[in-house]
Nanobody, 117 residues
Framework: QVHLVESGGGMAQTGGSLRLSCAAS????????MVWFRQAPGKEREFVAA????????YVADSVKDRFTISRDNAKTTVYLQMNSLKPEDTATYYC??????????WGQGTQVTVSS
């Protein structure tokens, strides 16, 4: 089992920044990719960013490219989402996910981000 805990959400003004963290615990040695998704009220959950833990290769959605950056710590158990130049449309619950071989994706409980205009 993998347990994920997100933190760092909150309120920000347009143009502001927030840094989300996702701490993984439990059977983390099999995790090969960690992701961030977000879900706004009445909308489907959408991909934001992903990072491969061994290579640190990153993938970022076009909608947040050049504003959001995903990274990890050296222990490969915490992943960050640095969000700059925030816009009201970034308001959503942000979820961290972890992928391990031959298992469904693990999800955290989510952290709320609210951007005011």
């Amino acid at each position: 089992q993998v347990h994920l805990v997100e933190s760092g959400g909150g309120m920000a003004q347009t143009g502001g920044s927030l840094r989300l963290s996702c701490a993984a615990s439990g059977r983390t040695f099999n995790i090969y990719t960690m992701v961030w998704f977000r879900q706004a009220p009445g909308k489907e959950r959408e991909f934001v960013a992903a990072i491969r833990l061994n290579s640190s290769s990153t993938y970022v959605a076009d909608s947040v490219k050049d504003r959001f950056t995903i990274s990890r710590d050296n222990a490969k158990t915490t992943v960050y989402l640095q969000m700059n130049s925030l816009k009201p449309e970034d308001t959503a619950t942000y979820y961290c996910g972890a992928d391990e071989t031959a298992a469904p994706r693990y999800w955290g409980q989510g952290t709320q981000v609210t951007v005011s205009s």
